[in-house]
């Protein structure tokens, strides 16, 4: 069975003070991991996908990093808007039938002006 | 169109109410999924649609029934529901199976049971 475990479930920051959410996963084999913003109330919004260990993507303050057994999310000088919690998730191995993603419980970043 | 719209946004119904929440998507998407998400949890699966034809999720309650009428649409009929299945209810899809796809979700429906 698929896990993902995020870490730390909470983390309030300073604007401008970066740091990094971690993601640990056991997969029967990585078809991708994902990494989602979700604002309250919101769906959640696609950030990343990485496929391999190694790879590494970034988008404005955010980057994310990939190693074969964990993901990190870097954040560099946050805002306040940047404040929300974010998932990471991986797709199902074997494909088709009723699965689907597996969650971690995800970050709940608070960025204090 | 890179969306999936849900509608309606927010809905309070009885328990012994019937309704029907709404998906729509025209990226050309071949899977289409319900989850389920309660305050401060990560989202639950609840059904799984690929290439129109369901996956069914044996723990969910037949008070809630899926239906795909084509590849752009998908509903989830609501019949008897209790106060425990207030909670955001979101529409995902990807691009074919499940799988190493990046799913786009909904911003979902706020779904109040009294």
């Known amino acids: 069975e698929d896990q993902v475990t995020q870490s730390p479930e909470a983390l309030r920051l300073q604007e401008g003070e970066s740091s990094s959410l971690n993601c640990s996963y056991t997969?029967?084999?990585?078809?991708?991991l994902f990494w989602y913003r979700q604002d309250p109330g919101k769906g959640p919004e696609f950030l990343f996908t990485l496929y391999s260990a190694g790879e590494e993507k970034e988008k404005e303050r955010l980057k994310a990093t990939l190693t074969k057994k964990e993901s990190f999310l870097h954040i560099t000088a946050p805002k306040p808007e940047d404040s929300a919690t974010y998932l990471c998730?991986?797709?199902?191995?074997?494909?088709?039938?009723?699965?689907?993603?597996?969650f971690g419980k995800g970050t709940h970043l608070i960025i204090q002006p | 169109d890179t969306e999936v719209t849900q509608t309606p946004k927010h809905l309070v119904m009885g328990m012994t109410n019937k309704k029907s929440l709404k998906c729509e998507q025209h990226?050309?998407?071949?899977?289409m999924y319900w989850y389920k998400q309660k305050a401060k949890k990560p989202p639950e699966l609840m059904f799984v649609y690929s290439y129109e034809k369901l996956s069914i999720n044996e723990s969910v309650p037949s008070r809630f029934s899926p239906e795909c009428p084509n590849s752009s649409l998908l509903n989830l009929h609501l019949h008897a529901l209790q106060p425990e299945d207030s909670a955001l209810y979101l529409c995902a899809s990807s691009p074919g199976p499940p799988g190493g796809y990046g799913y786009t979700f909904g911003s979902g429906t706020r779904l109040t049971v009294v």
């Open positions: 998730a991986v797709p199902p191995y074997s494909g088709g039938g009723a699965d689907g993603l597996t």
């Open positions: 990226m050309g998407h071949r899977a």
């Open positions: 997969v029967s084999g990585l078809r991708g």
